[in-house]
T-cell receptor
Framework: DTAVSQTPKYLVTQMGNDKSIKCEQN?????MYWYKQDSKKFLKIMFS???????INETVPNRFSPKSPDKAHLNLHINSLELGDSAVYFC?????????????FGSGTRLTVV | GENVEQHPSTLSVQEGDSAVIKCTYS??????FPWYKQELGKRPQLIID?????GEKKDQRIAVTLNKTAKHFSLHITETQPEDSAVYFC???????????FGTGTSLTVIP
C-alpha cells in the first residue's frame, strides 16, 4: 500500500488551462503539505493543512488553491497555467504538529506547461 | 524564521571514498534535523535524523553529527557506492513549528 499517493504522476497541458493534482495519505497523519520542486531541485513549501485547517500559505500566486475535504486528502487546483508553473509538485504528510518525526512524501507530479 | 544553508551544491567522489555534506541553521530553537535522499525521478526519502540532545548518530555507512553551539550539522557517507549517487537535502525544524526548512540540496555523484 502506498502511504502517500498522488495523481496524476505526469501532467502535460497548455498555457491558460486549469488543472488539479490530488493527494491522499493512509497514514492517519493530521498534517499535509504541498511542495514545489523546480529545475534546480529546491524544495519550496506552498501550503500546509492541519486536520483540514490551512496553517501555512506561503507567497504563492492566487491561481493556486489548495482544498482539503478531510484530513486524508489534500488537492491542489491551478488556474490559468503559466510556463513558470512547470515543476515537480510533491505532497507530503506528517503526524499532528510533529514535524520532529519526518515527512512522508508522495511520488510527485511532474507538471509541464507548453 | 529559520534559514538553512547547505554546502556543497555538487560533490563528486570516487567509489570507496567518503563524502561529507554540511548544513548550518539560524534558529537556536530548532531541535530536529533530518536528512533526505532523492534519487533521480523519485521522491525524497528520510535516510537518517538527529535530535538536539544527541551529538552524533550512525547507521551503517551513514552518520550525522550536530554541533548545537555552532549551529551546524553534517552528513557523512563512508565507503561510497554508485547507488549513493543522488541529491541530498538537510532540514531543520522545532517542536513549536509546523514545517521543515530545507537546505538547497547537494548533488552527489559517486564515480565507479
Amino acid at each position: 500500500d502506498t502511504a502517500v499517493s498522488q495523481t496524476p504522476k505526469y501532467l502535460v497541458t497548455q498555457m491558460g488551462n486549469d488543472k488539479s493534482i490530488k493527494c491522499e495519505q493512509n497514514l492517519g497523519h493530521d498534517t499535509m503539505y504541498w511542495y514545489k520542486q523546480d529545475s534546480k531541485k529546491f524544495l519550496k513549501i506552498m501550503f500546509s493543512y492541519n486536520n483540514k485547517e490551512l496553517i501555512i500559505n506561503e507567497t504563492v500566486p492566487n491561481r493556486f488553491s489548495p482544498k482539503s475535504p478531510d484530513k486524508a486528502h489534500l488537492n491542489l487546483h491551478i488556474n490559468s497555467l503559466e510556463l513558470g508553473d512547470s515543476a515537480v509538485y510533491f505532497c507530503a504528510s506528517s503526524p499532528k504538529g510533529a514535524v520532529t518525526y519526518g515527512y512522508t512524501f508522495g511520488s510527485g507530479t511532474r507538471l509541464t506547461v507548453v | 524564521g529559520e534559514n538553512v544553508e547547505q554546502h556543497p551544491s555538487t560533490l563528486s567522489v570516487q567509489e570507496g571514498d567518503s563524502a561529507v555534506i554540511k548544513c548550518t541553521y539560524s534558529d537556536s530553537a530548532s531541535n530536529y534535523f533530518p536528512w533526505y535522499k532523492q534519487e533521480l525521478g523519485k521522491r525524497p526519502q528520510l535516510i537518517i535524523d538527529i535530535r538536539s540532545n544527541v551529538g552524533e548518530k550512525k547507521d551503517q555507512r551513514i552518520a550525522v553529527t550536530l554541533n548545537k553551539t555552532a549551529k551546524h550539522f553534517s552528513l557523512h557517507i563512508t565507503e561510497t557506492q554508485p547507488e549513493d549517487s543522488a541529491v541530498y537535502f538537510c532540514a531543520a525544524s522545532k517542536n513549536t513549528g509546523n514545517q521543515f526548512y530545507f537546505g538547497t540540496g547537494t548533488s552527489l555523484t559517486v564515480i565507479p
